[in-house]
């Protein structure tokens, strides 16, 4: 193995001889997929298997009047037509709502739509055929008879008693409305110098992930077991759904995860399709594959932001703020997504406005109202591009109205490093966060004075540049706090188990999922690190619900602060129970004993002992030279939860430097910097190219990504000729940096690094983009920031 | 329905293949659900990805662009076949030291644009590299790693140390 020399090791508190954190290991799963050896479930085909197209309605909203299914039965290839009556005989509906979300409601979804269909692209009919261009074909030849109802498109008027009630059964179109009023908000505005108060928008977008959903269910009759090959993010959850509602024991149900072509939270979701798919294995008795097309992933896969937010800032002359208030509002789909609800992202704007800032005056109400639209739901960074946009909009705004540069107006109003621990106005607790180290850092990373004093001769020659900031706090590591006290079956803990091999190598089953993350390879290290062996003993086993320990999978953030706190805890125990072995062969004290790249040595100097092969060959073969009394035990299984905070914050802070076209309103990419804090790095290339991901997904949002619908509640954009996403020509390169503040939570101390990017991006991006517009006492407020707005908020067109 | 089958001879990574395709399958599908060569993946079926990206006679195309019955007499070539014959390995390699990939499924169609790009010779600058990308949609990396991956490698075999 290989150790990749293209980044500096960052040196860590955890070092030992033989130690792999903080180091960029590579992944060990890179060759095969460069070598298109990978194991997607697009690529799975198992012996009579079927395929599965769903008919899907062109209305946003409309009673199902009749359904023809005569002609596609007898169609070429076809094995079955069914309907969502005859489906919900084997599959129960389900409603995604959870316990702590006071108040929130939803109604009862199907797997595939019963009398009813509540958005455009919502399945009416499932074909069931030998090729999946066979069950396309007959899906053409299924008539469904609609009668037209009106549908709900317009967040801002869902509410109003003229708008029909989408579901009539729960009084209005309210999901949920959550309020929150801290400090002394009025007194706080009153005491102000100056007051700002502006609107953002926040389309509505997706994941597009490359490899769309992609499901094979394999119902076994002779062993009454469902096997899902599912590319999911979190296949214990799943295994605990498809029980529940295809009226199975947990243990009847193998959920098998792979390779996953992308996830960013898209795939952490129950999907009606992927529901109706393993009901239909179930009836048929032969496993049933369905990949959704890009068309479908457009209509089907999660959206999500969507968000109105009204805001308004108070701040002094000298620059203090003295109020924060906000009003957002979000219109979802017909149903809260279960299990997980779509209730998540708007509670999250609420908590996290503000958070980084000292302010104790904060006023916040949300509103998350049903549409006759796709599904909204969770995905990558959850909420926080939103409230870090709003929150670092404001300041710049109230900055650019004191006449104060916008780092030193975060000097003054950001949380001090030496604060902590301590509380935000929302409640959200804080363990250790580096706001002003990493402040400090960006400013001297980018040369920022150097880069104000470029921007001042250029717009003399009328080139118009722009410098973004914004600092940001991230959840990461969630305790139960998240779901699992809200009634869930999502559990926050996770597990590793530790096997150590006849030829002294080690095996590791993981609880958390790779999704080309990284999440394997952190697992390695960790464990490696702990046992004291070369990484290219170790092999990582994940996503495979029959053979790894009970876990939450890959979201929000938590791999690597909690499956690698679990594997390295695993590794330490495996390590004692060698060394107890190994103490009886050499007749020594345990203690007095270590391991070093496999071999077993003296602690304090270091000699060279016997190997752990040779230790493992004793136990398995050679029992009977062990004392009687004595049972060597080469397979450990450790489990992890955050237990003293409900989340580990992250902070950071970035940058964008950009060039606006005032003629033609294109915005170019010239540099984007981050400083980012995610506690212990255990691998800093993976960290490093998780935040840069993060970083192209939040700027898709500010600059391209609209999923665009008219008021008749039609996608008007959903392929990848008219969705724009970030393409290598537009995108800048991204420099990242670190401060480490290690959560004092784990041994470990890592927080996560998955979403910081996509949470501060949007929000430099915009600060950059009004910096650039500056001259012309204009700003735009509403992403994505297309060249029309710019030109509109420069009245040229 | 279209299901009209025709008869193809091609040669598949360096194997000569004769099969019997509807006249509306696509090179990609002929690929991986005739031939099993899974390596080539879809994620748009409608050009703009690049996920599906395979070379025929030479040339880098659009596997679901392309149908299976265009190729008859043709070279095609997957990544399967660049893989095992070594052709890119270096260019493997400095994607697998500087991560360039994360979930893997834009991978086969990235590392065949830049082999293409690659054998043009010189040293293209980062712009020139991310502007022949432009084809080829990652929504992992964010780009960087894989410009530097496809820089590394051009500089490395132009002799210049990097």
Redo the contacts between chains.
Sequence with gaps: M?I???LPPVLSALDRPNSYIGR?V??P???R??????Q?V??VALPRMAHVAFVRSPYAHARIVAIETGKAKQ??GVIAVLTGAELAKVCTPWVGVLSHLKGIKSAPQHAIAVDRVCWCGEAVAAIVAQSR??AE?AAELVAVEYAELAAVTDPETALDPATLVIHPELGDNLCFERQLDAGEVDAGFAEADAVVETTFLFGRHT??????RAIVADWNRGEQRLTVYQGTQAPHMMQNIFAKHLDLEEHQVRVLTK??????GIKVHVYADEMATAALSKLLDRPVKFVA??LESFVTDIHARDHRVTAKIGVTKDGRITALEIDDLTGIGPYSVYPRTSAIEANQIVNLVGGPYTCPNYRARTQVVFQNKNVMCQYRAVGHPVACAVTEGLVDLAAREIGMDPVEIRKRNLVADDAYPCASPAGLKFEKLSHHQCLDKIVAMMDYARLRSEQESLRKQGVHRGIGFASFIEVTNPSAAFYGVGGAHITSQDGATVRLDAQGAIQVHSGVTE????AEAVMAQCVATAFGISIDQVRVITGDTDNTPYGGGTWASRAAGIGGEAGWQAGKALRQNVLAIAGIILQAEPASLDISAGVVVDADTGRERISVSDVARVAYYRPDTLPPDFQAELVVTRHYVPKAWPFAFTNGVQASYLEVDVETGFVTLLNHWVIEDCGTVINP??VD?QI??????GIGAALFEHCLYDEAGQLLNG???DYL?????E?P??AVGHVVSPTSDSELGAKGAGEA?TAGAPGAVMNAINDALAPFDTQVTAMPFTPERILKALGRV | ?N?HLCEISLTVNGEPVRAQV?A?RSLVDFL?EDLG??????????G??G?CTIRVDGQIVRGCLMLAVQCEGAQVE???GV??SGEIADL?DA?????A????????GM?LSAAQLLGRGGVPS??A???H????????????????AIEATARARAGEEK
């Design positions: 290989k990749a020399d293209d960029s590579p992944r799963n890179m060759a997929l460069m070598q298109g050896r990978g997607f697009s690529d169609a070429d261009a066979e074909d994941g597009v992930c490359l490899e769309a390779d996953v072509g992308g996830s960013f097309d890009r999704q080309g993350q990284g290339q993976l190219e840069r991901g993060g970083v192209v997904q392929n990848l000729a996403v970030p393409m290598a020509a995108m390169d991204i990017g | 329905m299901t509807a509306r991986r060569l899974t390596g080539s993946h879809i994620g748009c079926e409608q703009f990805c996920a997957t990544i399967e893989s095992d493997q994607f697998e030291r500087r991560n990939l994360q979930c893997g499924y834009c991978t086969p590392l980062r712009q590299i991310r502007e990308l432009a084809g080829n949609y990652c929504r992992c990396t964010g780009y960087h790693a894989i410009i530097d």
